[in-house]
């Protein structure tokens, strides 16, 4: 299982970084995906890494506001989130996955690591 945390309140415009951590596995074996559950919505890939952390990709939604990344040392992967808007507000995830592809595959390849998940809200 991995723990997210780094949610939080936050108005339009501004920035948060989650992060996503591992306890008694090394989480640089695994790629790795961010999704995100709104209210009343199906939960959705955000964002995802690769293993060896060349490969990433985004939601055209958080193209160029968000930013994935790896800490080895920390043994966490992150998501910087800049530019904030209300419609980012949702429960933030991550989980393992099997292989970082194309975002609407991601659902399909995600294993069962699912955490608590942390809630993001953006909101003047």
């Known amino acids: 299982q991995l723990v997210e945390s780094g949610g939080g309140l936050v108005q339009p415009g501004g920035s948060l970084r989650l992060s996503c951590a591992a306890s008694?596995?090394?989480?640089?074996?695994?790629?790795i995906g961010w999704f995100r559950q709104a209210p009343g919505k199906e939960r959705e890939g955000v964002s995802c890494?690769?293993?060896?952390?060349?490969?990433?990709n985004y939601a055209d939604s958080v193209k160029g506001r968000f930013t994935i990344s790896r800490d080895s040392a920390k043994n966490t992967a992150d998501l910087q989130m800049n530019s904030l808007k209300p419609e980012d507000t949702a429960v933030y995830y991550c989980?393992?996955?099997?292989?970082?592809?194309?975002?609407?595959?991601?659902?399909?390849?995600?294993?069962?690591?699912w955490g608590e998940g942390t809630l993001v809200t953006v909101s003047s």
């Open positions: 989980t393992a996955i099997e292989l970082c592809g194309p975002i609407p595959t991601m659902m399909y390849y995600a294993i069962d690591w």
């Open positions: 008694g596995f090394t989480l640089d074996l695994y790629a």
């Open positions: 890494i690769s293993s060896s952390g060349v490969t990433t």
